[in-house]
């Protein structure tokens, strides 16, 4: 129903999640514990890729690009959603709510098309490892992460600007832990059809799109690899494997929350799905894309080592 034009609304009340009063310090400690687990991870990998020339390649230039994004990523709702868990007031100014809508799809787009970018650089190195090199060079590199962060930033302008011309009257409690799309639209008394139709063809676009892309490539490196030998094959394979993993849980979450109708939208399901990719991932990019590979364990055990010798 249109509502007209304007907003009588200075803030929204984050409803967040339903947590009795001894509930609180048990997840306020997990969303801790998790929220430093993926900073220190993150950290730790931007700090080995600069340090170690060994590192220097266009895999780990894409991991150290990653890292960044998700220290933004899970920065941008997490601290807030901590001091909420265990705060009286759950409120968030109306503009401070659009920017936080702003840059967690800069982040999170950024994230989604930098997982395609990087399955673009496995393509390349198993279907065509002789042109490597050539084809995933610093410069190259450089451009494909300038170009995920010009795209996600254009794409979150856009539907923020289809946001901030919507009407909010009366109610304020948004049924989310941060500001996201479907909670805003839900309050939001204006007509939200274009912003529906935005999210299912442009939105689709540009999250589905690199989606399918992977699904590509890696149908072209599952037909190359099965030409390997037996150990080509599993060393392949072992290298794919948390690429895909982390594809499959991030696409899953995000395709769960944001492709319905708003009608049909449950708050506590958005919650939940919206953990995975705002926390879980984010967290667990580092460790399972990274911190599991032989290189990175000698470059992190070299830096260890440097450490002690100085002191």
């Not at 929220?35 to 931007?46: H, K, S, V």
């Amino acid at each position: 129903m249109d509502c007209g034009n304007g907003t009588d609304i200075d803030e929204f009340v984050l409803l967040g999640f339903s947590l009795s009063p001894e509930q609180q310090p048990f997840f306020f400690l997990i969303f801790l514990l998790m929220y430093g687990a993926g900073l220190l991870g993150n950290i730790m990998m931007l700090i080995l890729i600069t340090l170690d020339a060994r590192l220097q390649t266009p895999m780990y230039f894409l991991l150290r690009s990653l890292s960044v994004v998700d220290v933004g990523f899970i920065s941008v709702t997490v601290p807030q959603m901590l001091a909420h868990i265990l705060s009286s007031s759950k409120t968030i100014p109306f503009y401070s709510c659009m920017a936080q809508f702003f840059f967690f799809y800069v982040f999170g787009v950024t994230d989604l098309l930098l997982v395609s970018v990087m399955a673009l650089d496995r393509y390349v190195a198993i279907c065509n490892p002789l042109h490597y090199a050539t084809v995933m060079n610093q410069k190259v590199c450089g451009h494909l992460v300038a170009g995920c962060w010009s795209v996600s930033t254009l794409h979150s302008m856009f539907h923020a600007g289809l946001l901030l011309r919507l009407s909010y009257h009366g109610d304020n409690h948004l049924a989310h832990f941060f500001c996201d799309h479907e909670p805003l639209l839900q309050l939001s008394c204006s007509d939200t059809s274009i912003n529906e139709t935005a999210i299912f063809f442009e939105g689709g676009l540009i999250i589905l799109g690199p989606f399918v892309f992977i699904i590509l490539t890696y149908t072209c490196i599952v037909a190359a690899v099965m030409k390997f030998s037996s150990s080509g094959r599993r060393k392949a394979f072992s290298t794919c494997a948390s690429h895909l993993t982390m594809v499959v849980l991030l696409y899953g979450a995000i395709i769960g929350v944001y492709f319905q109708p708003t009608s049909s939208y449950s708050a506590n399901r958005g919650a939940v799905f919206a953990l995975m990719y705002t926390v879980i991932t984010p967290m667990s990019n580092p460790y399972i894309y990274s911190l599991r590979n032989k290189d990175v364990k000698g470059a992190l055990r070299h830096l260890l080592r440097k450490r002690v010798s100085f002191q």
